[in-house]
């Protein structure tokens, strides 16, 4: 596994991001299907499906499209979609993905600035996650759209039971499989201290929620924590691609009102049960 760095990115006088990102092959598979992009203001997760080279094809040419978007301008959900639906073009004019099951997870978040100030945006397609580690606690900003987290909506299995359901792989949304379907958006406030954490199924099918909390803890450093959960998810079978970004979110003092909200929420937050995500 190449080595992996921290990045730093300084938003403003007073909004400062840290991240890294790392893929890995796993130990079973015969390919990484799996694509990242962390470019600000963006960072995503696609982990492919489809025979031979079709899911590396699919998450490629989606990562490629929504890089060329961030280099061509601001983002919005309008020009997500456009881009999604240029990947889809190409996943389908590829010679190498004819198979119709070929496609791709897409999850992630982006930082908006709208005309509250900054936010941030998560999307997601498919069973890869965004989490947030928030005052100590992991949520899970994302839903699955895969058939076990339909059967656990409806109360027909628990969660325990869904990592051994015969279905466990079955996704029911995907870039490139069919039509396009947008992504569904989460808005997240921006509070200091914030962790995200993007990964495909690889990283979460090898470590709990509980597990991916204490690498946060023992890890300050995006790059020392993501090397640590890959390390882990290896160390616990590696049956799958395993692809994760982690993200911090400091602010660095001064007395602009972003910062100033930014305290706020986070001292609102300290005393509530749920973080500020709105759909």
């Known amino acids: 596994m190449p080595e992996t760095t921290t990045q730093t990115f300084r938003v403003s006088d007073?909004?400062?991001?840290?991240?890294?990102?790392?893929?890995d092959r796993g130990r079973r598979r015969e390919n990484n299907q799996d694509s990242f992009l962390a470019k600000y203001p963006l960072f995503i997760v696609a982990d492919g499906m489809g025979g031979h080279a079709g899911g590396e094809i699919a998450s490629q040419a989606t990562v490629d499209r929504l890089s060329d978007m961030v280099d061509a301008g601001p983002?919005?959900?309008?020009r997500i979609v456009a881009a999604l639906q240029l990947a889809v073009d190409?996943?389908?004019?590829?010679?190498?993905?004819?198979?119709?099951?070929?496609?791709?997870?897409?999850?992630?978040?982006?930082l908006d600035r709208g005309e509250d100030g900054w936010r941030w945006i998560s999307l997601n397609i498919g069973d890869s996650r965004v989490y947030l580690e928030r005052e100590g606690r992991l949520i899970q900003v994302t839903t699955d759209h895969s058939v076990v987290q339909e059967l656990?909506?409806?109360?027909?299995?628990?969660?325990?039971?869904?990592d051994a359901h015969p279905y466990s792989n079955v996704i029911t949304r995907a870039v490139g499989a069919n039509e396009l379907v947008s992504p569904d958006y989460v808005a997240?406030?921006?509070?200091?201290?914030?962790?995200?954490?993007i990964c495909?199924?690889?990283?979460?099918?090898?470590?709990?929620?509980?597990?991916?909390?204490?690498?946060?803890?023992e890890n300050a450093e995006p790059a020392d924590a993501v090397n640590a959960m890959v390390d882990a998810a290896l160390e616990n079978g590696g049956r799958d691609n395993v692809t994760l970004i982690v993200l911090n979110v400091r602010f660095t003092g001064?007395?602009?009102?972003?910062?100033?909200?930014?305290?706020?929420?986070?001292?609102?937050?300290?005393s509530s049960t749920e973080p500020a995500i709105e759909d």
């Open 14 to 23: 007073d909004l400062e991001l840290t991240w890294a990102g790392v893929t």
């Open 152 to 162: 656990i909506a409806s109360g027909k299995i628990s969660p325990e039971e869904a």
């Open 188 to 197: 997240i406030d921006v509070v200091d201290g914030d962790r995200f954490i």
């Open 90 to 110: 190409d996943i389908h004019r590829h010679p190498e993905t004819t198979d119709e099951g070929t496609g791709t997870t897409l999850t992630g978040v982006y």
């Open 200 to 217: 495909s199924d690889g990283l979460t099918k090898e470590l709990t929620d509980y597990g991916i909390l204490h690498f946060l803890r």
């Open 254 to 270: 001064g007395a602009d009102d972003q910062t100033a909200a930014g305290r706020s929420a986070a001292a609102e937050e300290s």
């Open 75 to 78: 983002i919005d959900d309008e």
